[in-house]
């Protein structure tokens, strides 16, 4: 267990919900009565994370993932379970463990908005105790990597989205932490600024052998971020492995692009009634001539999908993709979790 920096087992959290009957009677009744529902955010989760590892930790909204990563970082006590961070519990001697931590919620800012960048830093540095000949260090290559020199001396309230989520990645890692947990870090960013991000979690992840747990709704990303995931649906473990065995086992849709020499031949494609697609199992999109295609594989093997297509029409070009990741989860959110459930007893 030398190698395992996070280690969490049968995490458990539990709130309880006031419930208010409607009208004055009900007001009433829960001031003198109160009755109260209990509520599973986390329900008996466990997983371990090797040091130096980017993990993808993602769910729909109202998963736990917020809730797992507030006990993880010492916000929340767990109900039951526990989880350990480089062998220690974050909710117990949390001034040392905190130290060892760096957080981002890209919802919100640990800056100092009226104060220059410069010395927001500077003010980390005597919180965080960080040696001069440390610090300066630290500074330069948090420069380098994030390229916060353009804007280092500008208050925070002045700085863009873009700059301000560069300086929030930079602060929480001036003190060289073990563990970086990144909440939405690129969440309403641009494309430029989000492939900037991402190219620094990676210089950071392979220069410092920083551990990193990612929760995102963007899942590129979770792909070119990420080679394994966690996910987590209503409180629950459903899937762990690497996005390659997710692509796997969930990922049997796959896309065929064509071009129509005549638009016209379109209306001899009956692939719905030549062959036995349920209604999740496929799509069709006409486009001038262009011809979108999305159909499940387990049911009919690419190589019939081409040979049926190229039989019955003329086509300039076609080509036939796989499923992404985006796809995919999109896919285990709209069935509700079904698919995973039907797969976790494996997992």
Aim: overall charge negative; aromatic content about 8%.
């Amino acid at each position: 267990m030398e190698n395992i920096m996070i280690e969490v087992r049968d995490l458990r959290k539990e709130f309880r919900k006031a419930v208010k009957e409607p009208g004055l009677k009900g007001s009433v009744k829960a001031l003198f009565k109160p009755v109260y529902n209990t509520v599973k955010a986390v329900d008996g989760i466990s997983f371990t994370v090797p040091k130096g590892e980017i993990i993808g930790f993602i769910g729909p909204n109202g998963a736990g993932k917020s809730t797992v990563i507030k006990m993880l970082t010492g916000i929340l006590t767990p109900t039951s379970g526990e989880c350990r961070i480089d062998g220690k519990i974050p909710t117990k001697d949390r001034k040392k463990y905190v130290k060892e931590i760096g957080v981002v919620f890209g919802q919100r800012t640990q800056l100092w908005w009226d104060l220059a960048l410069r010395e927001t830093y500077m003010v980390l540095k005597e919180i965080y105790e960080i040696p001069d000949k440390e610090y300066e260090e630290r500074m330069a290559f948090l420069n380098e990597v994030l390229e916060l020199d353009d804007f280092i001396t500008s208050p925070v309230r002045t700085l863009s989205l873009g700059q301000r989520m560069r300086a929030d990645i930079a602060a929480s890692l001036l003190h060289n932490p073990k563990v970086l947990f990144l909440d939405e870090p690129t969440i309403g960013l641009d494309v430029v600024v989000k492939d900037s991000i991402r190219k620094a979690i990676k210089k950071i992840n392979a220069e410092n052998g920083t551990t990193v747990i990612l929760t995102t709704h963007d899942l590129e990303d979770i792909e070119l971020l990420c080679e394994r995931i966690v996910m987590i649906d209503k409180g629950k473990k459903v899937f762990d492995g690497d996005i390659s065995e997710l692509k796997r086992r969930f990922g049997q849709m796959r896309e065929l692009h064509f071009e129509l020499k005549n638009s016209a031949d379109f209306e001899k494609l009956d692939y719905k009634g030549d062959f036995s697609f349920g209604e999740e199992d496929f799509t069709i999109e006409l486009k001038g001539t262009i011809v979108d295609v999305r159909f499940n594989c387990d049911v009919v093997s690419v190589e019939e999908m081409l040979s049926y297509t190229l039989s019955r029409v003329h086509v300039k070009d076609i080509n036939v993709k796989d499923a992404d990741i985006e796809e995919i989860i999109r896919r285990l959110y709209l069935k509700g979790g079904e698919m995973l459930d039907a797969a976790s007893e494996n997992v």
